[in-house]
């Protein structure tokens, strides 16, 4: 193993006879402790070289000791959506992550995001399927790294980005819901690298682009989704307060005086103390209802204004309309 790392780190090939003498004694590999083949094989996954590196793992019959798993995928063919074999797809996926700079956790995701393919595959030819390979794959990524003794904090981040690395996004289709859901299942501290392996997947697949119209939109919609929305919950002040202290029932009028003072909050964020707008919502308590409710409807109007330009504004930094 370390004879491939300086390979691929020095970027020189391995003589014949050495290359001879690794595949004869390549059983010694098991007397290695998991530990010491870990950092070995994390060394040579971290070098620009690292799909030479898995290549020259398996020429040398290493790989079988280390990952046998990700040799299921040699010469298995997938579908009509793919170009590739599994075993090439996920080796060229780990190319872009590689040549791309990612961390370790993307990378081993990258190169695992399909490993459950092989297990999973029904029919051959164009309409091939691979149901659940996310979840059988997400299933082999942990015992994988388990046996291989990497930290617990980093399997489960890897068998999370296989887990979820399939999620469906088409623009039209698609609602700010179910990216809620996709952003509550990974969390939005994942979600960036969520996208990274995503874009590696794409890559690896042979398409030209990286990052399509719609990954564009789906990033933008994350940081919408991902703010806290404009709503009363901003304000200092709820209805139970503005019960207690003005000694009224619940009712509309508490919905409309909250909204009419969001919108006073929006124009001028220094109002939003709980002082001056308990004194702003007992001026307004004055008011007849009919009159806050005229009020309250252009505060509304406002407010979806000013998340809609919001929006816009992401839409924009992501170049998508």
């Known amino acids: 193993m370390r004879a491939v790392r300086f390979a691929v780190q020095l970027g020189f090939n391995i003589e014949e006879k050495t290359a001879e003498a690794i595949r004869k004694n390549s059983g010694d590999l098991v007397a290695i402790s998991k530990e010491r083949i870990r950092d070995e094989f994390s060394k040579i996954i971290m070098t620009e070289r690292a799909k030479t590196g898995i290549e020259m793992l398996c020429d040398f019959d290493l790989l079988k000791h280390i990952m046998p798993e990700l040799e299921e995928g040699w010469g298995v063919g997938q579908n009509k959506h793919h ?54 794959g997400a299933k082999m990524a942990a015992k994988i790294l388990e046996r291989l003794k990497f930290p617990k904090k980093f399997i489960e981040k890897v068998v999370l980005l296989v887990r979820y690395h399939l999620f469906y996004y088409n623009v039209e289709e698609v ?36 990052e399509p119209y ?18 009363v919950k901003m304000l200092k002040i709820n209805g139970d307060i503005l019960m207690k202290e003005l000694k009224i029932g619940p009712g509309h009028k508490i919905g409309y005086m909250l909204n ?50 919001e929006f816009r504004s992401i839409k924009k930094k992501y170049y998508v309309s």
């Open 214 to 231: 719609k990954l564009r939109h789906l990033r933008a919609v994350i940081e919408k989704v991902s703010h806290d929305p404009i709503s």
């Open 83 to 136: 170009i590739y074999t599994i075993w090439e797809h996920n080796i060229r996926s780990l190319d872009w992550a590689a040549t791309h700079g990612y961390k370790l956790e993307n990378r081993v995701a990258s190169l695992l995001h399909d490993v459950g393919k092989p297990r999973t595959k029904k029919g051959d030819g164009p309409d091939s399927t691979f149901y659940n390979h996310e979840v059988v």
């Open 260 to 309: 009419i003072l969001l919108d006073e909050v929006l124009d001028e964020p220094k109002k939003n103390t709980l002082e001056h707008l308990m004194a702003r919502a007992g001026e307004l308590n004055k008011r007849p209802t009919a009159e806050l409710e005229k009020m309250y409807k252009i505060a509304q109007t406002k407010t979806r204004e000013v998340a809609e330009e």
């Open 175 to 210: 609602t700010e819901n179910s990216v809620r859901r996709l952003v509550r299942n990974v969390g939005p501290e994942n979600m960036d690298d969520l996208l990274e392996v995503r874009i590696a997947d794409r890559k690896g697949s042979g398409v030209p682009k990286a």
